[in-house]
């Protein structure tokens, strides 16, 4: 039950009902009312701008507008009172029994309230981490791992159809480098002294696993071999004991793909996907041979001052035409990002979101452009970038890592301070903002440390619900009929100030999806913990307000309505971030 769309329903249907909505009903857009909760809590519970947006189309004035709906609502039952705030903003309170009502709704739905048919089944591709399976995963691809699969499980529960992916670099010159790479650590396997890492290569310690494998799997066999002979061997076995790496580090930190789609199948048979989606562009008329003027700056490293094949991409949005196909023949690094867009437009998805380091800025405008030219401007693409994370111990910065000798692990911090502070502090900022995150302060119990907060306050749930088992012997907590018995009882204010938060959850589930920004629900649970922990504070100084009244059965069970209801939602937004909900807090 979402009280917004409640009661966004009840409006509209008092303007249907007014006369002169009915004669002027073609100019009127009913698209443009929102309800919401009021800026200030002390005016009411709910606040509509619809005598505002209306009144000009319908010739009256804001006020005169607003009247005629408020005397339409006080006939409701469930409106306590309705007033008129300045110009023309409508406020609303809301009796008791609705809020009571709201709450037994809330108790049934449990971990399912809040979820919503916003997506209605639309099928959306989050594509996010894609790091080079060149070494572990270092902390800037934390914060984008962590940001693409929140706003997955966020779409997913608003109701959309969604698709975890990873797009595997496992093609092109750094690949090359890696297998290199590898192959000196074969080398040294055998027993070989290799000395310093020369200067271009990998030099991380990660890389001599790999080379005992080739060494216990081929012996001595591939040094015998010309580096064209042993380099497909290396390379395939390099970026297998990479990507699974890369795939338990991501799993320490609780983020599991759907689908990991690799560089090289576009490249398979000769580039022959990459060839189709050229001629597919070609086809819409977006392919011309050319020259292109030299950029601005350092020249990139697919640059040439010859003809070459041009992606018209200035026509859809871009800064610049692209080049496609180099005067060698060969393919270049963005004609496979067209090749990949059109594939995951072939495989049906209306939507897809890429998740990227701030550092590919650049990128976007350019992948906008192969979205609209692919899909003829029928699919829509996101780019959200993700700013730095400075990482700091004791307001110390830390710079160095055990496993790559040059920068912080992803699994390093998950190691160190679990993988929750991790999760829920890389959704504490918005992922357009740089985010300092210090291991001293996510790991400490305070309400200055969100996590612990918010997990607190359900373990605090879950102390309830074991405190009425010792108040009343025998009471089978799973049996009762939590929502049949709020009804009469919860009627407290303190109380109905909670129930008021949580009934903002549906509401910042759908903007949160709309806004395609999963931090919000960070915030709100944030919101929700300390609305909950304020109450339980009263409760100290305010005996009668406790959840549990051992000389008061059928109250105290309604309360653990309340409570089951606090911690369905805190489970629920726990869940979308990634995080656990535990009964427990040591």
């Given at each position: 039950?979402?009280?917004?769309?409640?009661?966004?329903?009840?409006?509209?249907?008092?303007?249907?009902?007014?006369?002169?909505?009915?004669?002027?009903?073609?100019?009127?857009?009913?698209?443009?009312?929102?309800?919401?909760?009021?800026?200030?809590?002390?005016?009411?519970?709910?606040?509509?701008?619809?005598?505002?947006?209306?009144?000009?189309?319908?010739?009256?004035?804001?006020?005169?507008?607003?009247?005629?709906?408020?005397?339409?609502?006080?006939?409701?039952?469930?409106?306590?009172?309705?007033?008129?705030?300045?110009?023309?903003?409508?406020?609303?309170?809301?009796?008791?029994?609705?809020?009571?009502?709201?709450?037994?709704?809330?108790?049934?739905?449990?971990?399912?309230?809040?979820?919503?048919?916003?997506?209605?089944?639309?099928?959306?591709?989050?594509?996010?981490?894609?790091?080079?399976?060149?070494?572990?995963?270092?902390?800037?691809?934390?914060?984008?791992?962590?940001?693409?699969?929140?706003?997955?499980?966020?779409?997913?529960?608003?109701?959309?159809?969604?698709?975890?992916?990873?797009?595997?670099?496992?093609?092109?010159?750094?690949?090359?480098?890696?297998?290199?790479?590898?192959?000196?650590?074969?080398?040294?396997?055998?027993?070989?002294?290799?000395?310093?890492?020369?200067?271009?290569?990998?030099?991380?310690?990660?890389?001599?696993?790999?080379?005992?494998?080739?060494?216990?799997?081929?012996?001595?066999?591939?040094?015998?071999?010309?580096?064209?002979?042993?380099?497909?061997?290396?390379?395939?076995?390099?970026?297998?004991?990479?990507?699974?790496?890369?795939?338990?580090?991501?799993?320490?930190?609780?983020?599991?793909?759907?689908v990991f789609f690799s560089e090289r199948s576009l490249h398979a048979g000769n580039g022959a996907s990459i060839r189709t989606a050229i001629n597919d562009l070609t086809f819409k008329g977006h392919v011309y041979k050319g020259v292109?003027?030299?950029?601005?700056?350092?020249?990139?490293?697919?640059?040439?001052?010859?003809?070459?094949?041009?992606?018209?991409?200035?026509?859809?949005?871009?800064?610049?035409?692209?080049?496609?196909?180099?005067?060698?023949?060969?393919?270049?690094?963005?004609?496979?990002?067209?090749?990949?867009?059109?594939?995951?437009?072939?495989?049906?998805?209306?939507?897809?979101?890429?998740?990227?380091?701030?550092?590919?800025?650049?990128?976007?405008?350019?992948?906008?452009?192969?979205?609209?030219?692919?899909?003829?401007?029928?699919?829509?693409?996101?780019?959200?970038?993700?700013?730095?994370?400075?990482?700091?111990?004791?307001?110390?910065?830390?710079?160095?890592?055990?496993?790559?000798?040059?920068?912080?692990?992803?699994?390093?911090?998950?190691?160190?301070?679990?993988?929750?502070?991790?999760?829920?502090?890389?959704?504490?900022?918005?992922?357009?903002?740089?985010?300092?995150?210090?291991?001293?302060?996510?790991?400490?119990?305070?309400?200055?440390?969100?996590?612990?907060?918010?997990?607190?306050?359900?373990?605090?749930?879950?102390?309830?619900?074991?405190?009425?088992?010792?108040?009343?012997?025998?009471?089978?907590?799973?049996?009762?009929?939590?929502?049949?018995?709020?009804?009469?009882?919860?009627?407290?204010?303190?109380?109905?100030?909670?129930?008021?938060?949580?009934?903002?959850?549906?509401?910042?589930?759908?903007?949160?999806?709309?806004?395609?920004?999963?931090?919000?629900?960070?915030?709100?649970?944030?919101?929700?913990?300390?609305?909950?922990?304020?109450?339980?504070?009263?409760g100290k100084e305010q005996p009668e307000l406790r959840f549990v009244n051992d000389k008061n059965r059928e109250l105290s069970i309604a309360r653990l309505g309340l409570v089951h209801a606090v911690a369905s939602v805190l489970k629920?937004?726990?869940?979308?971030?990634?995080?656990?909900?535990?009964?427990?807090?040591?």
């Amino acid at each position: 039950m979402n009280l917004f769309t409640d009661f966004d329903s009840r409006i509209k249907n008092v303007l249907e009902g007014l006369e002169i909505v009915r004669e002027k009903r073609a100019d009127v857009d009913f698209s443009r009312i929102s309800v919401e909760p009021p800026r200030d809590a002390s005016h009411g519970d709910v606040a509509t701008n619809a005598a505002m947006v209306l009144a000009k189309p319908l010739g009256l004035n804001p006020r005169a507008l607003a009247d005629l709906i408020v005397g339409e609502l006080k006939n409701d039952p469930e409106v306590a009172d309705v007033s008129v705030a300045g110009p023309g903003f409508i406020n609303v309170r809301l009796s008791v029994p609705y809020w009571q009502k709201l709450l037994a709704a809330i108790v049934a739905e449990g971990t399912d309230y809040g979820r919503g048919s916003l997506g209605a089944g639309r099928k959306v591709n989050v594509e996010y981490v894609s790091a080079n399976p060149t070494g572990p995963m270092h902390v800037g691809h934390c914060r984008g791992a962590v940001v693409g699969d929140a706003l997955a499980n966020l779409l997913a529960f608003a109701g959309y159809a969604v698709t975890k992916e990873y797009y595997i670099n496992d093609a092109g010159s750094q690949i090359d480098v890696l297998a290199k790479s590898a192959f000196l650590r074969y080398r040294e396997a055998l027993g070989e002294t290799i000395g310093e890492i020369p200067s271009g290569l990998y030099p991380g310690d990660y890389l001599v696993p790999v080379g005992e494998a080739l060494a216990v799997e081929h012996g001595t066999t591939l040094r015998a071999m010309s580096e064209q002979q042993w380099m497909p061997i290396v390379k395939e076995k390099t970026i297998g004991m990479m990507m699974a790496m890369i795939r338990e580090d991501l799993a320490a930190l609780n983020v599991k793909h759907d689908v990991f789609f690799s560089e090289r199948s576009l490249h398979a048979g000769n580039g022959a996907s990459i060839r189709t989606a050229i001629n597919d562009l070609t086809f819409k008329g977006h392919v011309y041979k050319g020259v292109l003027p030299p950029p601005k700056g350092q020249l990139p490293e697919d640059w040439e001052d010859r003809e070459q094949t041009l992606f018209r991409s200035t026509e859809v949005g871009d800064d610049i035409d692209r080049p496609l196909i180099k005067s060698d023949g060969s393919y270049t690094y963005f004609a496979a990002d067209v090749a990949y867009f059109k594939d995951k437009y072939d495989r049906g998805f209306d939507e897809m979101i890429y998740v990227l380091g701030a550092d590919h800025g650049g990128y976007v405008k350019r992948l906008e452009a192969v979205a609209r030219a692919v899909s003829e401007g029928k699919a829509k693409l996101t780019v959200l970038l993700c700013q730095m994370v400075k990482l700091f111990r004791d307001g110390e910065p830390v710079k160095m890592s055990k496993r790559s000798g040059d920068f912080v692990t992803l699994r390093d911090v998950v190691d160190e301070v679990g993988r929750d502070p991790v999760r829920f502090m890389m959704l504490y900022r918005k992922n357009s903002e740089p985010l300092d995150f210090d291991f001293a302060k996510v790991t400490e119990q305070s309400k200055d440390n969100p996590v612990f907060y918010v997990q607190y306050a359900h373990a605090r749930c879950m102390s309830v619900f074991r405190q009425a088992a010792e108040a009343f012997p025998g009471l089978d907590i799973a049996s009762l009929d939590l929502a049949g018995a709020i009804e009469g009882n919860i009627v407290d204010p303190s109380e109905l100030l909670l129930l008021a938060k949580l009934a903002e959850y549906p509401r910042v589930i759908e903007a949160a999806s709309l806004a395609q920004e999963p931090h919000r629900i960070a915030f709100y649970l944030y919101d929700l913990a300390s609305s909950f922990h304020s109450h339980w504070n009263k409760g100290k100084e305010q005996p009668e307000l406790r959840f549990v009244n051992d000389k008061n059965r059928e109250l105290s069970i309604a309360r653990l309505g309340l409570v089951h209801a606090v911690a369905s939602v805190l489970k629920s937004g726990l869940a979308i971030t990634g995080t656990a909900a535990p009964d427990e807090m040591r």
